[in-house]
């Protein structure tokens, strides 16, 4: 439908005179100049007064700024704010790493037996199936987590 | 606007992809308006437009890396929401453009069917008509006029963005301008 263009005839050459005048008007229309005598010339001024009316901009206000952050979340997401709530993030992480380390330091040896302990149950059906759930539910989550990532966001 | 030269898209194109703060916002500034020109005309639905706008520049960042710099940014940028407007025309099935006999008889048929110039007799009344005139054009030729006066964009930039020969536009726009004079012509006193 749309793929067939329907090709205009070219100009023949009484057209190619009158385009010319279509260009006259709109040079004398766009550089302002004074109004002309000739009807032919001032109707074409007056198509082209009408060509050059600026339309209503229909865009929200700060579509460039929402764009960007849809499009680009990590060059938004750079005040003030955010820099302190990495530095608080980093700060976080270091503790939660030290928590950890003295965790496993003070009761290491007691996970390590139950562990040790736990491992002939999980030979059992029970244990298989929770496995495979968990594994599923794994599979799920990045699938939909792909998929979301190749649609584009509207 | 004023015209960026080659250096300077080569300039913003870079700092977009390597995720300079603020440069893709920068480069939706820059040429919303245009995007906003040819998708309006194409389909003129406020709400589609902006969508389609949105689609436009989420596109174009996709796509930017494939940008050769072989044309001017605003040309790439304009072929691109000139195709995504196409789409939308398509999948709603409205013609693109329509056929054009040598007198465009058909076309000023139904530009003139809600056109009274009789009644026509302020000239704010003329352009209104004048304006629901352009509005009745086809898609194809509403955005050429648009692209050419508004935009000030050469025929050869406009060739680059829709893909037509640049002879198919010059007639396109030659053709649309004449059929919008005739419109007027019995107003005025001019021979159509």
């Known amino acids: ?154 | 606007m004023s015209e960026p030269s080659p250096t300077d898209d080569r300039a913003l194109v870079t700092a977009v992809l390597g995720n300079v703060p603020g440069a893709f916002e920068r480069l939706v500034r820059d040429y919303q308006g245009l995007c906003w020109h040819i998708i309006q005309r194409m389909v003129r639905h406020p709400d589609d437009t902006r969508e389609l706008c949105q689609d436009t520049f989420l596109r174009v960042h996709q796509c930017l890396h494939q940008y050769r710099h072989d044309a001017a940014l605003k040309s790439w940028i304009g072929q691109v929401a000139y195709s995504v407007a196409r789409r939308h025309l398509e999948r709603k099935r409205i013609p693109l453009a329509e056929p054009v006999d040598d007198e465009g008889t058909s076309l000023l048929e139904r530009i003139g069917d809600d056109f009274d110039l009789e009644a026509s007799t302020a000239d704010a009344e003329v352009s209104r008509h004048l304006h629901a005139a352009i509005e009745g054009l086809p898609p194809l030729q509403r955005t050429l006029l648009t692209l050419y006066h508004l935009d000030e964009m050469p025929i050869g930039e406009i060739a680059g963005i829709t893909g037509l020969a640049e002879g198919t536009i010059k007639s396109h726009l030659f053709r649309s301008r004449k059929l919008l004079r005739d419109v007027l012509a019995p107003r005025i006193g001019v021979a159509a």
Do not use: K
């Open chain 1, 1 to 154: 439908m749309n793929r067939e263009r329907p090709t205009p005839p070219p100009l023949t050459e009484a057209e190619e005179r009158e385009w010319l005048a279509q260009e006259r008007a709109w040079r004398e229309e766009r550089d302002g100049a004074a109004a002309s005598d000739d009807p032919a010339l001032a109707a074409y001024r007056e198509v082209t007064r009408a060509l050059r009316a600026p339309q209503a901009d229909g865009l929200p206000r700060g579509f460039a700024a929402t764009m960007a952050a849809r499009c680009d979340p990590a060059a938004a997401s750079t005040g003030v704010d955010t820099r302190f709530e990495q530095h608080v993030q980093r700060l976080l992480l270091i503790a939660l790493a030290v928590a950890a380390t003295a965790a496993c330091a003070v009761y290491g040896s007691q996970w390590l037996r139950a562990t040790i302990a736990a491992l002939p149950l999980l030979a059992s059906a029970t244990a298989l199936n929770w496995a495979t759930a968990l594994g599923a539910c794994l599979a799920l989550s990045w699938s939909l987590d792909v998929l979301r990532r190749r649609t584009p966001a509207r």
